[in-house]
């Protein structure tokens, strides 16, 4: 069954047509990915279901209920949460408190304090920094507290766009096996990602967005092994 489906989703900016009609669905309990070149609309897409950027056309559909006019902060507490590109964190903010604003659909005391604490557990080195201002963290710490930040809402469905952007390769490996670590415990999860090779091995479909529109769609070991795929997104 389908957590999230786009259909036909068009978005323009000014005259310009950044995404030109695309359709793509994330079923219950998968990790998709987008995958394409800098440029491709990934981004667009994603902030365009975040309801950050307006639609032209099409629909996008969550749980059931159309979310075209729903605004982000809304989306959070139906249980979809985003980790945004290049990470934005509160950077004035400690990273304790950065945590705590991720709970903020949250009512529960008690349970916000064990879900911190379980972020430091899957993370020691927020655990470690707790008291530090964001802003001071390194690119890969920052990439684990928005990381962390978003699981606060405990979301249905996890959003990560660009989450290897910027980070050493030990970081990227890291990054990717949290992203397996929360699927397991039954976050459906899309991905936007250039790093496409690290992107297919994890996911279960993918789709290949090219200026706008989607070029190729299948599940990750197949797009893995799609030639046209090697050569333009794999260096192979």
């Known amino acids: 069954m ?10 323009n900016y000014g005259v310009i047509r950044a995404i030109k009609g695309i359709s793509f669905e994330v079923n219950e309990g998968e990790i998709v990915s987008l995958i394409g070149a800098n440029g491709a609309g990934k981004t667009t897409t994603m902030q ?28 959070i507490s139906m249980g979809m949460s985003q980790v945004p590109e290049g990470r934005r964190v509160f950077q004035e903010l400690t990273v304790y408190e950065n945590l705590v604003m991720g709970a903020y659909t ?9 879900d911190i604490e379980e972020i430091y557990t899957r993370f020691p080195r927020l655990g470690e920094r707790k008291n530090q201002i964001a802003g001071t963290l390194s ?10 930040r978003a699981m606060m809402s405990h979301p249905k469905l996890l959003m990560l766009d660009e989450p290897s952007m910027g980070l050493s390769p030990l970081l990227v490996d890291q990054v990717f096996e949290i992203i397996k670590d929360y699927h397991k415990m ?13 992107a297919l ?3 279960d479909r993918a789709y290949v967005l090219e200026t706008g529109e989607i070029t190729f769609s299948g599940k ?17």
């Not at 039954?186 to 690290?198: D, I, R, S």
């Not at 990750?220 to 192979?236: I, P, Q």
Request: aromatic content about 2%; proline content about 2%; charged content about 30%.
């Open 48 to 75: 365009s279901i975040m309801g950050l950027i307006p639609i032209k056309d099409g629909t996008v559909t969550y749980d059931g209920n159309v979310i075209n006019k729903i605004p982000g902060h809304k989306l």
């Open 139 to 148: 690119g890969g710490e920052q990439q684990m507290l928005a990381m962390g």
């Open 201 to 203: 091995s994890i996911s």
């Open 2 to 11: 389908a957590l999230l489906e786009v259909k036909n989703l068009q978005v």
């Open 186 to 198: 039954g976050t459906t999860v899309l991905l936007v990602e250039q790093n496409a090779k690290k």
């Open 106 to 114: 949250q009512k529960d005391k008690k349970k916000i304090k064990d």
């Open 220 to 236: 990750g070991s197949e797009l893995l092994d799609n030639e046209e795929v090697k050569k333009a997104y794999l260096g192979e």
